[in-house]
Nanobody
Framework: VQLQASGGGLVQPGGSLRLSCAASGFTLDYYAIGWFRQAPGKEREGVSCISSSGGSTYYADSVKGRFTISRDNAKSTFYLQMNSLKPEDTAVYYC?????????????????WGQGTQVTVSS
């Protein structure tokens, strides 16, 4: 079972990035998925999640209206489109999957985690 996150990088404030997370070794269709982030010296926080069908999504208030989560079960890949990025969005971003937790942003509810990808928003 593996989740491989990619797409991070350095971007100026106001810019955009799209993170991807490729799943292998399990059937992603049955899992809700989420994105989390951890900035230096801070606790990991939930950013967004999406149900197994893709029909329901949830966003942290800090990213609502700027980030969009999506999934392509046929490709076993899910995404986080990040627009209007701010310096406070700088963090390592992690993807995660959960079979039974449902739609939520508590890290303890997730079964599988990717390795993280660095996002830096700076001029």
């Amino acid at each position: 079972v593996q989740l491989q996150a990619s797409g991070g990088g350095l971007v100026q404030p106001g810019g955009s990035l799209r993170l991807s997370c490729a799943a292998s070794g399990f059937t992603l269709d049955y899992y809700a998925i989420g994105w989390f982030r951890q900035a230096p010296g801070k606790e990991r926080e939930g950013v967004s999640c999406i149900s197994s069908s893709g029909g329901s999504t949830y966003y942290a208030d800090s990213v609502k209206g700027r980030f969009t989560i999506s999934r392509d079960n046929a490709k076993s890949t899910f995404y986080l489109q990040m627009n209007s990025l701010k310096p406070e969005d700088t963090a390592v971003y992690y993807c995660a999957a959960t079979e039974f937790y449902g739609l939520g942003l508590e890290a303890h509810g997730y079964d599988y985690w990717g390795q993280g990808t660095q996002v830096t928003v700076s001029s």
